[in-house]
């Protein structure tokens, strides 16, 4: 089983809309949850972390559910420019500097 | 301020050649990572530093070793290329302990035939 698990897409919405995309990890002692945005043949740049409690940045939520073990994405409003691939990351080892990285879930926000 | 950069860019090796691949970094961070995409699979950590002149392995650090000499460069070097060393390779770096972010290099895309 992969430490984290994505669906690997690809999501086809129209511009406007509500997209969601979650995330499985397998180790329950993980700590640190992260989305990471990764456009067509370019380097992973942070989206957001994603805490306990939940978190908002402008149209985008994050979630965490610890019982399950899952993590999620919330896009509302898609814009032409939110098209990439979403990468959900994991920290499973605490005690090591390293994340470890879903294969991602790519999106296409259409006109 | 460059920020991750690597050279090089791109590369074409035959089988049985060897090569590095240089990371540097300008933010005087202490973490560096390498590591290698491929389509499917995801970002796979191939070896980690924890600070000048210390080095560690990921998942899959078969085939590839590494050096720290300086706190700003990170070189990972391919003794024997194979083609199932073609990937793209990033590099990635992380300023303090509190901190996950990484901030990453553009990547080598890298083809063995």
């Known amino acids: 089983r992969k430490e984290v698990e994505q669906d690997p897409g690809p999501f086809n919405v129209p511009e406007g809309a509500t997209v969601a995309f979650n995330c499985t990890y397998s180790?329950?002692?993980?700590?640190?949850f992260f989305w990471y945005r990764q456009d067509c043949r370019k380097e992973p740049k942070l989206l957001m972390s994603?805490?306990?409690s939940g978190n908002e940045d402008g149209r985008f939520t994050a979630q965490l559910n610890r019982a399950s073990q899952y993590i999620s994405l919330l896009i509302r409003d898609s814009k032409l420019s939110d098209s990439a691939t979403y990468l959900c990351?994991?920290?499973?080892?605490?005690?090591?500097?390293?994340?470890?990285f879903g294969s991602g879930t790519r999106l296409q926000v259409q006109p | 301020n460059a920020g991750v950069t690597q050279t090089p860019k791109f590369r074409v090796l035959k089988t049985g050649q060897s090569m590095t691949l240089l990371c540097a970094q300008d933010?005087?961070?202490?973490?560096m990572y390498w590591y290698r995409q491929d389509p499917g699979m995801g970002l796979r950590l191939i070896h980690y530093?924890?600070?000048?002149?210390?080095?560690a392995k990921g998942e899959v650090p078969d085939g590839y070793n590494v050096s720290r000499l300086k706190k700003q460069n990170f070189l990972l070097g391919l003794e024997s290329a194979a083609p199932s060393q073609t990937s793209v390779y990033f590099c990635?770096?992380?300023?303090?302990?509190?901190?996950?972010?990484?901030?990453f290099g553009p990547g080598t895309r890298l083809t063995v035939t």
């Open positions: 990635a770096s992380t300023g303090t302990f509190l901190s996950y972010e990484q901030y």
């Open positions: 180790n329950s002692a993980s700590q640190s």
């Open positions: 994603v805490y306990s």
């Open positions: 990351v994991v920290n499973p080892h605490p005690g090591r500097r390293a994340l470890t």
């Open positions: 933010m005087n961070h202490e973490y």
């Open positions: 530093s924890v600070g000048e002149g210390t080095t």
